[in-house]
């Protein structure tokens, strides 16, 4: 089986079609590659041939590399890995330049071939690289399709030509989002911005390439870089406006990362150090960074989280074998405030009937208008019609009535966090369903073994936690009562599916497995400040780990009064066994003093009548104040760090969860945790289990037994193996 077939019609326009088998997305992989590189080399040796269209025989033209490739160019290269990836990417250069040369003459520029690219939908990574060194690309009129070049997003970045080549297409303001950020674009924005050449009717995509190339002449084939005199758009470095943009990009580099995502530092120098050289020199150096970081076990954590593990999660992973499809019908939303509006959005977007219900026909038109609130937004930017608007609204009701519910083979009940509540909506929604309907329950910290009580089934109920807010955030948290069945779970993992979103399975405990981890984060930023740690040094200290917000900036977003109420319910669970902390009392003043956060404007923060967050309220260092032997940065940042790690590590110890490549997932998409690190079980790996225990016991030893090491870790420590070693998947070999 190929993965490229090869064409020539009557006119003498060769198309090669990538057509990976078996597949939906085209990847790209060691074999393809090969063949890629011989059809090319066909093409250019057939003087029959006039010139060459290079598309896609699936409605997508490619999803980027099978990163699989990268662990296998490292392995071919035995006790000498660094070499052989970089030998592996001067391959790709090989061929994307042979593309790009197309068999002109190097004095002249002439004689070469005219070749296009055709992309149908989506190009990503090397399925834009690819076409970026064609001599023109055309994209199908698609506004589902989504191009550029998203490899910063895993931990690497675009390293088979294309950072070399945008970077001389276009100047450094313009090309910065999409390389910096990962920016993806629809083929009319991508147009506009120089990303393709020619936006047409899907159903002219191939005639209307194969037309240019027919067409076109050596003047239209010759990229600029190849013509003398050629200058960087913006300006060389060691031009003053070029100066000035390069010194620019390095302190947004290192605003955005902190200094701790090598693939971004890396890609700067990549740009830098090219833009001073001849293009085929700049490949070159391309390829030296870009090996240097997929070298960086930074790059690999971040890889196995956000590709591998990521993806197999999201295609089933942990699904109960043996249960048939289990895919959402009919789904009814109980309570209509900002998350069951959230989650009747997300569900109506993707085709499924939706019943909103509430208390009152006043509470559900609210829930109504809040999702036709988020439309008109999508509308406002472009990403959604109006006839589109209509066509979702169209599958919601928004009722009071129970009977509305009649025929719902999914319910998701987000209701006040109160178990009474919760169980008499549980019962007069059950009154309502079908024996095979499951029940589900969106709670962030309520034990679900005690919430199935209410329902008429415990095995068919079950915890779906989505994260605020619903249509941003991507991780869902799928709880598992003590008695939850199987259906249960695949339902619950089959609606995620599709909403499209990214599930994690764990079992019943209070706090489950993201709220347990995120909340020492916060209290041990909160516990500092009563010990008369410079509240900026706790804030600081946790950007500089890679976190988005900082302890005291997440407690404001959260709500202070919501952390009371967590408190508070957290007491009554435990009685005797519940342990105070520090951290207790600077929330139940700021309680009192009514700094509920973000919500009211008043909190850890300080904010102006806009909303906006204007730094850290004052009154923190005189009501806490400074004092004079404050903690050093690093003490600071390994009590951040350690809080949200040991509690993984427990969960895993537990049973509460059940596979690591979970935890890492949804500490990274849940919470922000260090995604450089690729989440804590992958940082536990990455600085080793006994450096950890090192650090572990010396926290515990001067700020107490929160900080002792789980059984699991010191053991990993003592046998010198890594989390992933032992408990992680089986990998593969790639092919």
């Known amino acids: 089986m190929t993965d490229f077939h090869y064409d020539v019609d009557g006119d003498g326009v060769a198309t090669i079609t990538w057509d990976l088998p078996n597949k939906s997305m085209n990847v790209l992989n060691l074999q393809g590659t090969a063949e890629l590189d011989g059809l090319v080399d066909k093409a250019l040796a057939d003087d029959a041939v006039k010139g060459v269209v290079i598309t896609s025989g699936k409605k997508d033209f490619a999803g980027g590399m099978d990163l699989n490739v990268i662990k296998k160019m490292a392995e071919m290269a ?41 992309l149908p939908g989506t190009a990503l990574g090397i399925g834009y690289e690819i076409p970026l060194s064609c001599h023109r690309i055309f994209a199908a009129d698609n506004p589902k399709a989504k191009i550029g070049l998203p490899e910063i997003m895993v931990g690497i970045f675009p390293g088979a030509g294309g950072t070399t080549r945008l970077s001389r297409k276009m100047d450094m303001m313009t090309v910065s989002p999409i390389l910096l950020q990962g920016k993806l674009h629809d083929p009319v924005k991508a147009q506009k911005i120089g990303l393709v050449d020619e936006v047409v009717p899907a159903d002219e995509l191939l005639a209307k390439a194969k037309e240019w190339v027919l067409n076109a002449t050596d003047a239209d084939i010759v990229k600029p870089w190849d013509q003398k005199g050629f200058k960087m758009p913006g300006g060389a470095p060691y031009h003053p406006a070029g100066f000035m943009t390069y010194v620019g990009a390095s302190a947004m580099v290192h605003s955005n990362t902190q200094g701790v995502y090598p693939a971004a530092k890396a890609m700067l120098s990549a740009i830098y150090e090219g833009a001073q050289v001849p293009f085929d020199t700049a490949i070159k150096i ?26 197999a999660l999201e295609k089933g992973a942990v699904r109960p074998a043996g249960v048939p499809d289990m895919k959402v019908k009919k789904l009814g939303v109980l309570g209509a405030g900002m998350m069951g509006a959230g989650i009747a959005f997300v569900s109506a977007k993707v085709g499924i009937e939706v019943v909103l219900l509430d208390r009152d026909q ?21 990403k959604v019609t109006p006839e589109k608007k209509a066509e979702i609204l169209g599958r919601l009701t928004a009722t009071p009535d129970y009977a509305a519910l009649k025929g719902c083979d999914l319910i998701v009940e987000a209701v006040f966090e109160d178990p009474t509540v919760k169980a008499g909506v549980t019962k007069d929604a059950e009154a309502q369903l079908e024996a095979d309907a499951i029940f589900a329950t969106n709670t962030s910290t309520l ?7 209410a ?14 807010p619903v249509h941003k955030m991507n991780l869902v948290e799928i709880i598992k009562g003590k008695n939850t069945g199987d259906d249960a779970v695949a339902k619950a993992l089959d609606y995620v599916a599709q909403i499209k979103k990214t599930p994690i399975v764990v079992n019943d405990e209070r706090f489950f497995y993201a709220n347990r981890c995120i909340l020492p984060y916060v209290n041990e930023g909160i516990t500092m400040l009563a010990e008369g740690v410079e509240p900026a040094l706790i804030e600081n200290a946790a950007k500089l780990l ?55 404007n008043a909190g850890f923060y300080a904010y102006d009548e806009k909303g906006k967050r204007i730094g850290i309220w004052e009154g923190l260092r005189r009501e806490w104040p400074v004092t004079e032997d404050a903690l050093d940065l690093t003490t600071v940042q390994h009590r951040l760090a350690m809080a949200q790690v040991l509690e993984a590590v427990r969960s895993f110890e537990d049973g509460v969860l059940m596979d690591i490549r979970e935890g890492d997932v949804a500490a990274i998409l849940g919470w922000g945790f260090m995604p450089w690190s690729g989440g804590p079980f992958s940082w536990l790996d990455m600085i080793g289990a006994e450096k950890a ?3 572990c016991d010396g926290l515990t030893k ?10 699991m870790l010191r053991d990993l420590a003592a046998s010198g193996e890594t989390f992933y070693g032992k408990f992680g998947p089986k990998v593969e070999k790639a092919a």
Not at 702 to 711: A, L, V
Request: glycine content about 10%.
């Open 78 to 118: 035995g006790d000498n890995p660094a070499q052989g990836l970089f030998d592996g990417i001067m391959n790709f250069h090989r061929i994307t330049r042979k593309i790009e040369r197309a068999g002109m003459d190097p004095k002249t520029n002439k004689g070469g071939k005219p070749i296009a690219a055709a």
């Open 286 to 311: 391309e390829a030296r960074w870009f090996t240097q970081v997929l070298m960086n076990p930074s790059s690999s954590a971040m890889i196995n989280t956000l590709f591998t593990s990521k993806q």
């Open 362 to 382: 006043e509470a559900a038109d609210r829930g109504y208008a809040t999702v036709e609130g988020l439309l008109d937004e999508g509308v406002k930017r472009k």
């Open 447 to 453: 034990p679900i073994t005690e919430l199935a009580k």
């Open 455 to 468: 329902s008429r089934d415990d095995e068919r109920y079950i915890g779906i936690h989505f994260f605020s």
């Open 546 to 600: 890679g976190m988005p917000l900082g302890p005291l900036q997440l407690a404001d977003e959260v709500s202070i009064d919501l952390s009371v109420k967590i408190i508070k319910a957290t007491q009554a669970a435990l009685g005797d066994d519940y342990k105070a902390t520090e951290a207790e009392g600077i929330l139940f003043k700021l309680f009192e003093e009514e700094r509920m956060g973000r919500k009211n």
């Open 693 to 695: 225990v090192e650090i």
């Open 702 to 711: 001067t700020y107490g037994e929160r900080f002792t090491t789980p059984k």
